[in-house]
């Protein structure tokens, strides 16, 4: 008869997972289901992309020696890992079949996140290259801006945040069911960019978070003989008597939320003024420079990305920044920027063929 080697491992030596699965598996009613009980992805639960390999395989010590340092074990005497008489399997109790049976199945859902992981791992390289990208032109047009700042060059550049809209109609539904145009609008888009929040809160559907932030100005009273107030609209400056351009601005955080913003004045030139958007709750604020025409940067304190995370299985670490740094650019721009990151991505390739020549 085949001697049983004292390195074989006992049924209270199995892995949790392997107890945990069993019990969903006892709890299986086969009446309602035809499985096993239990889904791949009920192993991800201790699975661990970091942890060491397995060591269900591994010789575990029995003798005294497991409970006294002192003692010198004499497990590995008897045991020979090319001897007939010792199972190539390290259980071999009742339910050994059953055991690595599920554990196949683990393993084989360990490759499979393995692999999601390095699939991700290589969108979220791709999305930062993106996002740093975008940051790189917004910076170099704040840099520029900050040197004409400093060497008080008359006059900072202009700025039209609605340059390139149109005006789009409200209506109201009339009793007797006609559509009544009662205000107009127009609204500027700027797409979101920040390398802090690509690195520190990436998701796969990055594209749907803190995507964009956009500003609306309204002409009320364009209609005549719909005098609707409207909660924000633009007001007469006491000092001068002009008509002020004030805006609404709201910043599109997650599927489920919009962060709306009371109005502010609308910027006329290019600055390095930190315009403090108050939400309308009054309870969170963000700070907006508009470095350009179509540029903009954009601080968002880490409190508040915190507070709005979508997923909260997933949370924004502390590690990240306190304060993290967007960067907005209006969308129409995308071709011209295209073409300018083309243009700065071949200058920094000859500087580097420069210098090799060198």
Same mark, same amino acid.
């Given at each position: 008869?085949?001697?049983?080697?004292?390195?074989?491992?006992?049924?209270?030596?199995?892995?949790?997972?392997?107890?945990?699965?069993?019990?969903?598996?006892?709890?299986?009613?086969?009446?309602?289901?035809? %499985?096993?009980?239990?889904?791949? *992805?009920?192993?991800?639960? @201790?699975?661990? =992309?970091?942890?060491? &390999? $397995?060591?269900? /395989?591994?010789?575990?010590?029995?003798?005294?020696?497991?409970?006294?340092?002192?003692?010198?074990?004499?497990?590995?005497?008897?045991?020979?890992?090319?001897?007939?008489?010792?199972?190539?399997?390290?259980?071999? %109790?009742?339910?050994?079949?059953? *055991?690595?049976?599920?554990? @196949?199945?683990? =393993?084989?859902?360990? &490759? $499979?996140?393995? /692999?999601?992981?390095?699939?991700?791992?290589?969108?979220?390289?791709?999305?930062?290259?993106?996002?740093?990208?975008?940051?790189?032109?917004?910076?170099?047009?704040?840099?520029?801006?900050?040197?004409?700042?400093?060497?008080?060059?008359?006059?900072?550049?202009?700025?039209?945040?609605?340059?390139?809209?149109?005006?789009?109609?409200?209506?109201?539904?009339?009793?007797?069911?006609?559509?009544?145009?009662?205000?107009?609008?127009?609204?500027?888009?700027?797409?979101?960019?920040?390398?802090?929040?690509?690195?520190?809160?990436?998701?796969?559907?990055?594209?749907?978070?803190?995507?964009?932030?956009?500003?609306?100005?309204?002409?009320?009273?364009?209609?005549?003989?719909?005098?609707?107030?409207?909660?924000?609209?633009?007001?007469?400056?006491?000092?001068?008597?002009?008509?002020?351009?004030?805006?609404?601005?709201?910043?599109?955080?997650?599927?489920?939320?919009?962060?709306?913003?009371?109005?502010?004045?609308?910027?006329?030139?290019?600055?390095?003024?930190?315009?403090?958007?108050?939400?309308?709750?009054?309870?969170?604020?963000?700070?907006?420079?508009?470095?350009?025409?179509?540029?903009?940067?954009?601080?968002?304190?880490?409190?508040?990305?915190?507070?709005?995370?979508?997923?909260?299985?997933?949370?924004?670490?502390?590690?990240?920044?306190?304060?993290?740094?967007?960067?907005?650019?209006?969308?129409?721009?995308?071709?011209?920027?295209?073409?300018?990151?083309?243009?700065?991505?071949?200058?920094?390739?000859?500087?580097?063929?420069?210098?090799?020549?060198?």
């Amino acid at each position: 008869m085949a001697k049983e080697s004292k390195a074989t491992k006992k049924h209270a030596d199995l892995p949790a997972w392997y107890h945990r699965i069993k019990k969903k598996c006892a709890e299986h009613d086969p009446q309602w289901d035809s %499985g096993d009980g239990f889904e791949l *992805y009920d192993f991800d639960e @201790d699975i661990s =992309e970091l942890e060491e &390999e $397995e060591d269900e /395989e591994l010789f575990q010590c029995h003798c005294e020696a497991a409970e006294d340092p002192k003692a010198e074990c004499e497990c590995y005497l008897e045991y020979d890992p090319d001897d007939d008489n010792v199972s190539e399997l390290s259980y071999i %109790g009742p339910d050994a079949n059953e *055991y690595y049976r599920l554990k @196949d199945l683990r =393993e084989e859902r360990k &490759e $499979e996140l393995r /692999e999601q992981r390095e699939a991700e791992d290589g969108r979220k390289q791709t999305t930062l290259e993106l996002h740093k990208r975008h940051v790189e032109v917004v910076k170099a047009t704040y840099k520029a801006l900050k040197k004409d700042s400093k060497q008080q060059n008359a006059g900072s550049p202009p700025i039209d945040l609605f340059e390139n809209s149109s005006w789009d109609t409200i209506c109201e539904t009339s009793k007797g069911g006609k559509s009544v145009p009662i205000d107009r609008y127009r609204a500027t888009t700027f797409n979101l960019y920040s390398v802090d929040y690509v690195e520190h809160c990436y998701q796969y559907d990055m594209d749907l978070y803190w995507k964009y932030i956009e500003f609306m100005e309204y002409n009320e009273g364009y209609y005549e003989g719909h005098n609707r107030k409207r909660k924000f609209h633009s007001s007469d400056s006491p000092s001068t008597g002009k008509k002020e351009k004030t805006v609404e601005s709201r910043i599109y955080v997650n599927p489920d939320y919009d962060m709306q913003f009371k109005k502010i004045r609308a910027p006329e030139r290019a600055s390095l003024k930190r315009y403090r958007l108050k939400a309308e709750d009054g309870k969170e604020d963000i700070k907006i420079q508009f470095v350009g025409q179509d540029y903009l940067r954009m601080f968002v304190s880490r409190d508040i990305v915190k507070a709005h995370a979508y997923d909260l299985d997933d949370p924004v670490p502390d590690s990240a920044p306190e304060v993290f740094e967007f960067v907005g650019i209006v969308p129409e721009l995308h071709k011209k920027l295209a073409k300018r990151l083309a243009e700065m991505e071949e200058a920094n390739e000859a500087h580097k063929n420069k210098k090799v020549r060198r």
